[in-house]
């Protein structure tokens, strides 16, 4: 491999500078005038996709944005990776807070700073270019390479698992591989071995057929926005535990090894709070802050809205109250259950006299966890150790990632799941940046990772 990494240090420039064209394009998925450049971003992956080597690529029309497929497909034998990431990237609001224009690249402190940088053009990049130096050196990879590439990940990916699903004996793969998330600090890389999921609900409480008077009705009829308060405010005793029945039914208690191995991760809590402008964290009683966010399942409160909110007051009862939920679980909850349960539990303590309608939003996924013995977690840690000179870190992550739960639903796969973007790369805000450094180092790693696969399958 001293080869490959010979040559990859060599046109570090061309390739930093490769990466400045790739965030040019502003491949804003979820603003219509943008639709022209999200496909001319696919077109470019595909050409990027083409230079580094990839035997057969596509870009496959859907109903939203196109989706990019590439293929290597010569090492009989060897593992096949399903190498996943998308092109497309959030909108740039609000401009004043950019230091330059969102898709004019600059240079400052060893990072690359533009919408898309790390979340995820950057990261896809480096995958292209570490499959582009093995094939530039050898003429072969290690492994079979299969890359799908979409451009409606920051829209939630509406017509992918369709998509995978049409396409999935083309798609079948030994795993998968994301990059689009982070490492625990910089030089500090991290592999995430476990994802929550996502149910979102939508919730309407209605009392009369107009708002009304608060003097001439205050005091005799219901008011929605007080009664759906203290609807979820039943939700969680003292304690923080959720206490609607069958909640925490399948969920699994934290080995002792993990629990373990997650109290020596060199995570400072009151920095961590510090940083939010909070002196204390709140949460399930039992469970360590880390715990709380990886390991248990939620029931959050994302809107409560009713009535009156504009400037001065305003003596109004309110017709209707409204909510947005979010429950976020772990492996073994199933997401439609878990919002039958919720369901159930509300209408069952909602007021006499008043309406409930309470909605799926769409969106979502199960959770998911890897196996600790997995081959493709020993290749990793290999990879990332002998690039990085020190040993990955285990963690979990609290938020989801559908399209894991998607691969395992209809691929019957894991997914290796090692981010590059480092905590501060401002993914989603203004000046997002990319480290590059650690851009260069992570790809050495992915190439180490191409051959421990092989090795390790």
């Known amino acids: 491999m001293e080869a490959i990494f010979h040559a990859l240090r060599a046109s570090n420039v061309a390739r930093t500078q490769q990466l400045e064209t790739y965030l040019r394009i502003p491949s804003i998925s979820s603003e219509p005038q943008y639709g022209p450049d999200v496909a001319r971003c696919a077109r470019h992956t595909a050409l990027l996709l083409q230079q580094a080597g990839m035997e057969s690529v596509t870009v496959h029309e859907t109903a939203g944005h196109p989706v990019v497929v590439g293929r290597w497909e010569k090492a009989p034998g060897c593992p096949t990776v399903l190498i996943y990431g998308h092109y497309d990237v959030q909108p740039v609001d609000p401009l004043d807070l950019w230091s330059a224009a969102p898709f004019s690249p600059r240079y400052h402190d060893n990072r690359i700073f533009a919408r898309g940088a790390t979340d995820d053009k950057g990261q896809v990049l480096m995958h292209?270019?570490?499959?582009?130096?093995?094939?530039?050196?050898?003429?072969?990879?290690?492994?079979?390479?299969?890359?799908?590439?979409?451009?409606?990940?920051?829209?939630?990916?509406?017509?992918?698992?369709?998509?995978?699903?049409?396409?999935?004996?083309?798609?079948?793969?030994?795993l998968a591989l994301v990059s689009d998330s982070y490492m625990w600090a910089e030089n500090r890389p991290a592999i995430t071995t476990q994802l929550r999921g996502l149910v979102l609900l939508d919730v309407v409480l209605s009392g009369s057929n107009r708002d009304l008077h608060s003097g001439s009705y205050g005091g005799g009829i219901a008011n929605p926005l007080e009664m759906l308060a203290?609807?979820?405010?039943?939700?969680?005793?003292?304690?923080?535990?959720?206490?609607?029945?069958?909640?925490y039914d399948e969920v699994r208690q934290p080995t002792a090894l993990v629990r373990q191995q997650w109290a020596q991760l060199p995570f400072d809590e009151a920095q961590y709070l510090q940083a939010l402008g909070l002196t204390q964290g709140?949460?399930?009683?039992?469970?360590?802050?880390?715990?709380?966010?990886?390991?248990?399942?939620?029931?959050?409160?994302?809107?409560?809205?009713?009535?009156?909110?504009?400037?001065?007051?305003?003596?109004?009862?309110?017709?209707?109250?409204?909510?947005?939920?979010?429950?976020?679980?772990?492996?073994?909850?199933?997401?439609?259950?878990?919002?039958?349960?919720?369901?159930?539990y509300l209408l069952g303590i909602a007021p006499p006299g008043l309406s409930i309608e309470i909605n799926r939003i769409p969106g979502g996924g199960s959770p998911c966890a890897v196996p600790a013995g997995w081959f493709a977690l020993t290749a990793a840690q290999r990879a990332l150790q002998e690039s990085f000179q020190v040993a990955p870190l285990y963690i979990g992550e609290g938020s989801s990632i559908p399209v894991v739960a998607d691969f395992a639903k209809i691929l019957g796969i894991h997914t290796l799941l090692i981010g590059f973007g480092l905590p501060d790369a401002n993914a989603h805000a203004p000046d997002e940046s990319l480290h590059l450094p650690t851009f260069h180092t992570g790809i050495e790693s992915l190439v180490r990772l191409f051959y421990h696969l092989r090795d390790s399958f």
Not at 140 to 168: D, K, M, Q
Not at 290 to 300: D, K, Q
Not at 302 to 314: A, D, S
């Open 128 to 174: 292209i270019q570490a499959v582009a130096a093995i094939l530039q050196q050898h003429g072969r990879l290690p492994v079979n390479v299969i890359f799908l590439l979409e451009g409606e990940e920051e829209i939630g990916s509406p017509h992918l698992p369709e998509f995978i699903t049409t396409h999935r004996r083309t798609l079948k793969a030994d």
């Open 282 to 344: 709140w949460g399930e009683a039992g469970y360590t802050l880390l715990e709380r966010i990886w390991l248990r399942p939620t029931f959050e409160i994302n809107g409560l809205w009713g009535g009156y909110n504009g400037p001065g007051g305003k003596t109004v009862l309110p017709a209707k109250a409204n909510a947005k939920l979010s429950l976020r679980l772990v492996p073994d909850q199933d997401p439609d259950t878990m919002a039958e349960r919720v369901k159930a």
């Open 230 to 247: 203290r609807m979820l405010a039943t939700v969680k005793d003292q304690t923080g535990t959720i206490v609607i029945p069958g909640f």
